[in-house]
């Protein structure tokens, strides 16, 4: 072994080391380069194998922007604001996309549906209704979307706390699923039975009459009460919301005045089977109101009346015609005011 052989191989294989690191650096400063190239003139066949189209689908769908819904373009020659909401409401749905089930089922579409809804008070009942049977007519392009504004239909227009609750426009959707296509015969019973239910105590009609009997143990008839206005509160002794509402009654001075002065009799109605529970609470009923047990039961066994809610309030003229059925307090106390000033 020679003086300064270990030396000797140490500076070679350091030199070694140092060649290696050089040609990696200049291989992937060369790879990059060339990356840079293939993007940077579209090569895409060189760059990706084969024609490329897998590499082209992958840029498309991450570049691509979906429209999903596009108001309608209301045309500048039309001037008149009714015109404009007639025309606004009869295209809002043309701009919809209807085959993409996330953005169906999505809050986005949920708002463009209450927006439609609120737009509708712009324009004549008719037109309204006519509107939603074309949109449901337009939905049935897809089976997820027209199930979907079924569902929305039954939330916004017929649930007994929907702000937005509508029955004529209820109506307009129910009949035209009866119509379609869309829905087979098993699915049609729900909005078979919606229906019917709606059509009955409908304003104008005459009420349904039924009897019942009071604490006192006397029976009578909702027919035989004399009075300009009766008021059906259907109610359940132990409903705080039914609580909250005779105490409101209780404390408008004009409804107590018309109560006391026989303008309008108010006949309070428990319709279901806890006769023990009724009576015991019944004494707490506000003064003057007429309380009182449906014995035979037909109110719910025959579906006299559509009770989903309590309480449910009708208000009926002197010939028990339909004024407000299945109304709120507000439009009740608003119709009775319109009524004493004129």
Known sequence: WLPGRS???REWEEAITKR?????????VSSIALMVICLGLGMVKACAGGDGSEWKKKVAADTLHVV????PDLPQIMTDP????????????????????????SGDTEQLYVDFIDALKYVEPETG???????MVRMEAD???????????EKYLNEPNSPMRNEDFYIAVLEQMLQSDRLQEWEKIRPADRLKQAHKNRPGMKAADFTYVTVHGDNSRMSRLKAQYTMLFFYDPDCSNCRKFEKLFAEIPAFVEMVENGTLRVLAIYPDENREEWAAKAVYMPQGWIVGWNKAGDIRTRQL?????TPTIYLL?????VILKDTSMEQLIDYLATQAGE
Request: charged share 25%; proline share 0%.
């Open 82 to 105: 009714a015109e404009r909401a007639v025309y606004y409401v009869k295209h809002y749905w043309d701009g919809y996309l209807t085959g993409d089930t996330a953005w169906v089922n």
């Open 143 to 153: 089976s997820t979307a027209y199930r979907r504004f079924g569902l929305l239909g």
């Open 129 to 135: 209704r006519k509107a939603l049977h074309t949109m």
């Open 305 to 309: 009346y559509d009770i989903r809610a």
């Open 20 to 28: 290696k690191n050089l040609m990696a650096f200049i291989l992937t």
């Open 317 to 321: 003229d002197g010939r028990k015609r």
């Open 7 to 9: 030396e000797y191989w």
């Open 68 to 71: 999903h819904y596009t108001r």
